[in-house]
């Protein structure tokens, strides 16, 4: 099968480049699903690495570009405002995960541990916890 590449012209985050790509049918049925849980970890570089703002490159140059948005938000792209279960938490501004300046100290919400083991809930979370286990160790 071809790969399908919207136009994304335009677009100016990684927010509206989804929204243009979700505009295709065929990229809608999986975004729809594996978008918001993504919009919560965007604070993490392709690398893993935290930034809270995106680069960008103007004539060759590499400087600090648009703010990161890293809450909850909606299959179509917009904000949770508290819904249930896009904002699985009800946390405040659907703030999905919360770290010092330094990028050390974070916490996603709701906390995977809780999925990590079938004692406190269930497993389906382990594997998240473990890469991130692994990507900060």
Not at 9 to 31: D, F, N, Y
Not at 54 to 59: A, E, I
Not at 67 to 83: F, H, I, L
Not at 84 to 96: E, H, Q, R, V
């Amino acid at each position: 099968m071809p790969a399908i590449e919207p136009d994304i012209r335009g677009a100016k985050t990684i927010r509206e480049q989804l929204a243009k790509h979700r505009s295709q049918q065929s990229c809608a049925v999986c975004h729809v699903k594996i978008d918001p849980p993504g919009f919560a970890l965007e604070n993490f570089d392709p690398a893993g690495q935290w930034r809270d703002r995106y680069l960008q490159s103007v004539g060759g140059k590499r400087s600090r570009g648009l703010k990161v948005d890293a809450s909850y938000a909606m299959p179509d792209g917009q904000a949770a405002n508290g819904a249930f279960p896009y904002n699985p938490n009800g946390s405040l501004a659907d703030i999905a995960g919360i770290c010092d300046t330094s990028g050390r100290v974070f916490g996603l919400m709701p906390h995977p541990e809780r999925l990590a083991d079938p004692q406190l809930g269930g497993s389906d979370g382990r594997a998240l916890f473990d890469g991130l286990v692994e990507a900060l160790s």
